[in-house]
């Protein structure tokens, strides 16, 4: 009797920890996301918008995906909180009203300071980013509203990313890999993107309290543990987790992969 107590309590134990890692992580692939306005007023006059985590009209940080018509252009206003900008698919100019268009493509990255006059277009087929915020709620304002909070816009076109490999990196392990910096807001929450080489077929393993991942451009294979069936995550797709965690990814095409990472502590690609 004392041995099968025991092995109860085993098999409890066993279970709990497999039903643990599946709640500590969540992913939304890009083919289940519904779509609402960015700005509900305008109606189809607004960019499309959803959220991926967090909820842009309360007082928390949020992630999210907005899409632009082809020509779209916004009249001069500001923005009450700063936001970044990821470029998914299309082309994208955010700037000064009267700034020349510089068009960022898949894989750029820009700020927008709070308080800034500024204008956004799009020029592509279709366009698609990632844009964050540290708090909110995300509200558009007129421009008569300006004012400086302090900081200064970056628009970084992809070409200009500076990309460092595991020879680099010692959280990058595998051979091929490449990661590039791109932001923080205090010692320890940053943003970063990497990039998966063709055929790669690894893990990036985080202990994060806050670790959260966009299919910036290609397509993965994603498995959130050996019990769980594959997923095809294409452009736009979300992954999060918590704790300690191992996402087992591989690319099966023949592009690279990149992937934006907003997180709170170090992570390896092994």
């Given at each position: 009797?004392?041995?099968?107590?025991?092995?109860?309590?085993?098999?409890?134990?066993?279970?709990?920890?497999?039903?643990?890692?599946?709640?500590?992580?969540?992913?939304?692939?890009?083919?289940?996301?519904?779509?609402?306005?960015?700005?509900?007023?305008?109606?189809?006059?607004?960019?499309?918008?959803?959220?991926?985590?967090?909820?842009?009209?309360?007082?928390?940080?949020?992630?999210?995906?907005?899409?632009?018509?082809?020509?779209?252009?916004?009249?001069?206003?500001?923005?009450?909180?700063?936001y970044r900008g990821?470029?998914?698919?299309?082309?994208?100019?955010?700037?000064?009203?009267?700034?020349?268009?510089?068009?960022?493509?898949?894989?750029?990255?820009?700020?927008?300071?709070?308080?800034?006059?500024?204008?956004?277009?799009?020029?592509?087929?279709?366009?698609?980013?990632?844009?964050?915020?540290?708090?909110?709620?995300?509200?558009?304002?007129?421009?008569?509203?300006?004012?400086?909070?302090?900081?200064?816009?970056?628009?970084?076109?992809?070409d200009n990313l500076?990309?460092?490999?595991?020879?680099?990196?010692?959280?990058?392990?595998?051979?091929?890999?490449?990661?590039?910096?791109?932001?923080?807001?205090?010692?320890?929450?940053?943003?970063?993107?990497?990039?998966?080489?063709?055929?790669?077929?690894?893990?990036?393993?985080?202990?994060?309290?806050?670790?959260?991942?966009?299919?910036?451009?290609?397509?993965?294979?994603?498995?959130?543990?050996?019990?769980?069936?594959?997923?095809?995550?294409?452009?736009?797709?979300?992954?999060?987790?918590?704790?300690?965690?191992?996402?087992?990814?591989?690319?099966?095409?023949?592009?690279?992969?990149?992937?934006?990472?907003?997180?709170?502590?170090?992570?390896?690609?092994?």
């Open positions: 009797m004392k041995f099968s107590i025991k092995a109860s309590i085993a098999a409890i134990f066993i279970f709990c920890n497999a039903f643990a890692s599946d709640i500590n992580a969540k992913v939304v692939s890009a083919d289940d996301i519904t779509w609402g306005y960015l700005n509900p007023l305008r109606g189809e006059l607004s960019p499309g918008a959803a959220n991926l985590w967090g909820d842009r009209t309360k007082d928390t940080a949020t992630g999210m995906l907005v899409r632009f018509k082809k020509g779209f252009e916004s009249p001069p206003h500001i923005h009450n909180i700063t990821v470029v998914i698919n299309g082309l994208m100019h955010n700037d000064d009203p009267s700034a020349e268009k510089m068009w960022l493509p898949s894989g750029s990255f820009w700020t927008q300071p709070a308080g800034e006059d500024h204008i956004t277009a799009a020029n592509g087929d279709s366009n698609l980013i990632y844009l964050e915020i540290d708090s909110g709620p995300y509200l558009v304002q007129p421009s008569a509203e300006k004012f400086d909070n302090g900081e200064r816009p970056l628009n970084l076109h992809r500076v990309w460092l490999n595991n020879h680099d990196l010692h959280d990058i392990k595998a051979e091929g890999v490449k990661s590039s910096f791109l932001w923080n807001s205090n010692s320890t929450l940053g943003g970063s993107m990497v990039k998966l080489p063709v055929g790669f077929n690894g893990s990036i393993s985080t202990q994060a309290s806050e670790f959260r991942m966009v299919v910036i451009s290609g397509e993965i294979n994603y498995r959130a543990n050996p019990k769980n069936a594959v997923k095809n995550l294409a452009a736009g797709s979300y992954i999060e987790s918590t704790g300690q965690f191992s996402h087992k990814i591989t690319n099966q095409t023949d592009r690279e992969v990149i992937i934006y990472i907003r997180t709170n502590a170090k992570y390896q690609v092994i």
